[in-house]
């Protein structure tokens, strides 16, 4: 449509100059024309500085009152607090002077009093806010008529630094979370070597007592042994001893000493082997010791073994994620220093045009002076369409370029490839003619916006059976948060509701990706909104789950051999939910604030390109007539679009079910606003407000964490095959 417009607009304009050569002008005609001219010079700074602001306008104000033309003073303030959804404090306020003629417009188109106060220079207040960027516009302003390019430069490059400084702060936490996880790891190997030296110098003392009471059994029994056998000794010497005295002669003690002197004998050698015996029973005995604490010394180590590596398990895990915040950053960097140059680009471009315009007036009043009727009326019907026209192709070609980062993203075709989008996009910006264009259909072969985007319809029309969009692979599948992200295995519901609860906030207002990507439920004036938070990023890798943990038993996940798996249809169930002490139609949001990712559709190529996706509400153009082209105060990128491309559509919330344990078609969302979108995607957003669930929203969330036992996300897709 954008082109066919712009088709239209030339051949106005080629059918304004064979008129307008047959003609000769008045001197009134010629004055209307200056006029045109002048108009024109307006117009078109108003799509580079665009309107004042409503509140600038008015006696006591920059502008007069009635002053319909560009902001030339404030173009460079834009509503930060709305585009970063931050309150900003005020800052100081500057005050700039200008010069100006006395009567007639000065070098911005202003016309002045010459008896004015002060009439030799025109003072501009220059109010400074609190923020990041200095130039937000007060509340008091309102709001402008139509933002002109620089605004909307500006506008990009303050959501750039927000998304930036966002990202940083993430990266930081992420190196912080490290941090942390390497000093505890670092405190734990050290608790775990004094606890294995405590235990080994336990059991050390414990065996050497144990030998010194064994050392001192054996002496006491030595002793008793010995005192046993100088007893029996000693009554063999007795026994030896003659019983009778005189003349008599005992025969018999020689043989009885003999006898108990051998008995006694025996009885040592067994009191020996008794001792020997019970000594080994002993030795035997420290050695069963001796193993036993080697044993749960080991057993010990083990057990700190496997702590240690599920520790360092976690921190691989976190490290995972460094990498894709670090090419976000990265990114981000790079549309910021793109940006910052587009806007330089157009401020020159509104600078040049002010000179034009001087200039312009200079010749003018020269040709005023020296002939009337010359023919620069001629040129001045010519111009007036011809800048028309290049409004038009610009606008054209922004079309195009949207439709060529379309197909890039559709395609995901690496720089390598020559039917990749980006292929196209250097040469849809140095086109400078609308090319070869027949029944309102772009033809290929010509130099021209027409050639890049036929050659992109062919490629998309091949590209549909060789990549397999016309052949798409459906399926559904079901999450465990508790499960597949947060790892919550046990019966115990109390690590999940602490998990629930540190996504609660006070106030959902304070979330800068609520304000800006979500439709509000109701109004901020209203107060606080109390609700639940939940950020999580989704992979599409082989070994991980959905949610980048260890596939594990009882997880889910897409599969890594096909290059894109796209979101038809969504849904969120929550297990446990108490029907009767809450709403039965709680609803959530669900909204993808990272980056989508996908992999290039050639197998051989194992790579992943990440999207910033910006869903904008594009405006459509109107299809232009005759009547609009002889409108004098005619602006293509003013009247005819139906919206500003600044517009982003917002999400709404979705209704939540029970979790009734089978998939049933009816309790997944099936509009438009996820379709399309990758489910890989660097960081999700799902918020649970609290007066969904009870007119009491705290109320609410505290039934909520104490029934809901899980929360499962339901995802119905479409991959393609690639290659």
């Not at 902001?71 to 005020?90: C, F, K, N, R």
């Not at 050290?190 to 010194?212: G, K, M």
Request: glycine share 8%; proline share 4%.
């Amino acid at each position: 449509k954008a082109l066919n417009n712009a088709l239209t607009v030339w051949n106005e304009a080629n059918l304004a100059s064979q008129l307008l050569r047959r003609n000769q002008d008045t001197v009134e005609r010629f004055s209307r024309n200056a006029d045109d001219q002048e108009r024109d010079y307006r117009n078109r700074l108003i799509e580079v500085f665009g309107y004042p602001y409503a509140g600038d306008i008015g006696a006591g104000k920059t502008f007069p009152s009635g002053y319909d033309g560009p902001d030339l003073y404030h173009y460079m303030y834009v509503e930060e607090s709305a585009i970063t959804g931050q309150d900003l404090p005020a800052g100081p306020l500057a005050t700039g002077y200008y010069s100006r003629f006395d009567t007639g417009p000065d070098s911005r188109g202003f016309f002045f009093d010459g008896d004015s106060p002060n009439s030799e220079f025109l003072t501009v207040q220059y109010p400074l806010g609190g923020g990041s960027y200095g130039f937000d516009a007060p509340a008091s302003w309102g709001s402008r008529r139509a933002p002109g390019e620089i605004q909307n430069a500006l506008s990009e490059i303050v959501q750039t630094q927000a998304a930036l400084k966002r990202a940083l702060a993430e990266y930081g936490n992420l190196l912080q979370e490290v941090e942390d996880l390497e000093d505890v790891l670092a405190e734990m190997k050290d608790f775990h070597a004094d606890q294995v030296q405590y235990t080994s110098a336990y059991f050390a003392t414990r065996a050497t007592l144990e030998t010194a009471r064994v050392v001192a059994q054996r002496i006491a029994r030595t002793t008793q042994a010995s005192a046993k056998i100088l007893e029996e000794m000693k009554g063999a010497a007795v026994e030896a001893l003659p019983r009778v005295s005189g003349l008599a002669v005992d025969c018999t003690s020689t043989a009885r000493a003999l006898i108990r002197t051998t008995s006694v004998s025996m009885l040592g050698s067994l009191l020996a082997a008794s001792n020997a015996a019970e000594t080994a029973a002993d030795v035997a005995q420290a050695g069963i010791n001796s193993a036993e604490a080697a044993f749960r010394i080991a057993n010990e180590v083990a057990g700190q073994d496997l702590e240690t590596k599920q520790h360092l398990a976690e921190i691989r895990r976190v490290l995972r994620d460094e990498a894709p915040k670090r090419l976000e950053i990265q990114q981000l960097q790079e549309k910021l220093r793109q940006q910052q140059g587009n806007y330089l680009a157009v401020l020159a471009k509104g600078q040049r045009l002010l000179e034009e315009r001087v200039q312009w007036r200079r010749d003018l009043s020269a040709d005023l002076s020296n002939a009337r009727y010359r023919d620069m009326t001629f040129r001045i019907f010519r111009n007036d369409a011809l800048q028309k026209y290049r409004a038009a192709f610009d606008l054209a070609q922004r079309y195009v370029l949207l439709a060529a980062t379309a197909y890039d993203y559709e395609s995901n075709l690496l720089g390598t490839d020559s039917r990749a989008g980006r292929e196209f996009l250097t040469d849809i910006v140095r086109q400078r003619s609308l090319g070869r264009i027949g029944s309102g259909t772009p033809v290929a072969g010509s130099p021209g916006l027409a050639d890049p985007l036929a050659r992109l319809t062919e490629n998309f029309s091949v590209l549909k059976s060789q990549l397999g969009f016309n052949n798409p692979q459906t399926e559904t599948g079901r999450f465990s948060l508790r499960n597949e992200l947060y790892r919550l295995r046990s019966a115990s519901g109390d690590s999940w509701k602490q998990t629930l609860a540190k996504a609660r906030v006070e106030n959902l207002w304070d979330v800068p990706e609520f304000r800006r990507f979500c439709r509000p439920f109701a109004s901020e004036s209203a107060g606080a909104q109390p609700g639940l938070v939940l950020r999580f990023p989704t992979t599409v890798n082989s070994g991980l789950n959905f949610f980048g943990r260890d596939l594990a038993g009882g997880d889910s996940a897409y599969d890594s051999s096909r290059f894109a798996t796209r979101i038809r249809s969504v849904g969120v169930w929550f297990s446990g939910y108490d029907g009767n002490g809450l709403s039965v139609t709680p609803r959530v949001y669900l909204v993808p604030v990272g980056m989508d990712v996908l992999r290039s559709p050639d197998p051989d190529e194992e790579k992943t390109r990440a999207w910033r996706v910006v869903d904008q509400a594009l405006p459509v153009p109107f299809t232009i007539g005759p009547s609009a082209l002889r409108n004098r105060a005619w602006i293509p990128s003013v009247d005819t679009l139906g919206g500003s491309f600044a517009d982003i559509r917002r999400f709404a919330a979705l209704r939540a079910y029970h979790d009734a344990g089978t998939f049933t078609e009816s309790e997944a969302v099936s509009d438009s606003r996820l379709i399309g979108r990758s489910v890989w995607n660097t960081e999700w957003m799902l918020v649970i407000p609290g007066s969904t669930l009870l007119a009491d929203p705290d109320q609410g969330l505290d039934a909520f964490l104490e029934s809901v036992s899980d929360i499962k996300l339901f995802f119905q897709t479409y991959s393609y095959s690639g290659q």
